[in-house]
T-cell receptor
Framework: AQSVTQLDSQVPVFEEAPVELRCNYSSSVSVYLFWYVQYPNQGLQLLLK??????LVKGINGFEAEFNKSQTSFHLRKPSVHISDTAEYFCAVTAYNQGGKLIFGQGTELSVKP | KAGVTQTPRYLIKTRGQQVTLSCSPI?????VSWYQQTPGQGLQFLFE???????NKGNFPGRFSGRQFSNSRSEMNVSTLELGDSALYLC???????????FGPGTRLTVL
């Protein structure tokens, strides 16, 4: 079975500051990793994914994440945030043979202040 | 290309009733997954359908069921509604053998 822990439930940050949202996972098998963003009253939008290959993955809206297998982490970063990045962010995993079953973390609410 | 659509967007039901939610995947996507989102439990996987067959199931009671039609559209049904079933129900679709899921806007169910 897989599990995901997002270490911060809320992250307040000022506009144009860097941000890191932390995600750790647990799994006895190899996994794929994802970050999704959810704006109020909307569904989830995929920010980026790690399937294989380079451990540094770049996504939309200037976000990137680094897969660290030894630390079982997949932290999300952005060098300079905007007010429009205010949203809830979810880290998710799925096992190689469980493609349609995503296991999500509890979410991190990113609040960008002017 | 149209995204994942879910109908209705909002529903209000009373305890004991049943409800059916609908999901139309992106054209060409054959896998449909359903998730429940609540403030207390977060996002939880309900089930996945592929080619009209349930391929994966989460840890929910039998009151929660689903099906998929030959055109890949999917429905989920909740019978004997309880207050705790109030949630945002999200549907996601993906191509065969793809791990990238595309989510719909959700159906917000309120049980009174």
């Amino acid at each position: 079975a897989q599990s995901v822990t997002q270490l911060d439930s809320q992250v307040p940050v000022f506009e144009e500051a860097p941000v890191e949202l932390r995600c750790n996972y647990s799994s006895s098998v190899s996994v794929y990793l994802f970050w999704y963003v959810q704006y109020p009253n909307q569904g989830l939008q995929l920010l980026l994914k790690y399937l294989s290959g380079s451990t540094l993955v770049k996504g939309i809206n200037g976000f990137e994440a680094e897969f660290n297998k030894s630390q079982t982490s997949f932290h999300l970063r952005k060098p300079s945030v905007h007010i429009s990045d205010t949203a809830e962010y979810f880290c998710a995993v799925t096992a190689y043979n469980q493609g349609g079953k995503l296991i999500f973390g509890q979410g991190t609410e990113l609040s960008v202040k002017p | 290309k149209a995204g994942v659509t879910q109908t209705p967007r909002y529903l209000i039901k009373t305890r004991g009733q049943q409800v059916t939610l609908s999901c139309s995947p992106i054209s060409g996507h054959r896998s449909v997954s359903w998730y429940q989102q609540t403030p207390g439990q977060g996002l939880q996987f309900l089930f996945e359908y592929f080619s009209e067959t349930q391929r994966n199931k989460g840890n929910f009671p039998g009151r929660f069921s689903g099906r998929q039609f030959s055109n890949s559209r999917s429905e989920m049904n909740v019978s004997t509604l309880e207050l705790g079933d109030s949630a945002l129900y999200l549907c996601a679709s993906s191509r065969e053998r793809s791990n990238e899921q595309f989510f719909g806007p959700g159906t917000r169910l309120t049980v009174l």
